[in-house]
């Protein structure tokens, strides 16, 4: 026979876990993805380049 106070943590774990899968779940529709757009080559060549200076 187990000890009181295991019996008792061991109703308090089983009591959450319960709590836990009878609380409702919503689920967001997402809205359905376009399909993928690649960009050209030469995009990639007109990006700049942007320094923070965090000391000065």
């Known amino acids: ?14 009591e959450e876990e319960r709590h836990i899968e009878e609380q409702p779940v ?11 757009v690649e960009r050209a080559q030469d995009d990639d060549a007109d990006r700049g380049v942007v320094v923070i200076d965090l000391f000065g």
């Not at 943590?9 to 089983?14: L, S, V």
């Not at 997402?30 to 993928?36: L, S």
């Open 26 to 36: 919503l689920e967001i529709p997402m809205p359905p993805r376009g399909p993928r």
């Open 1 to 14: 026979m187990l000890p009181p106070f295991i019996i008792e943590q061991i109703r308090k774990r089983e």
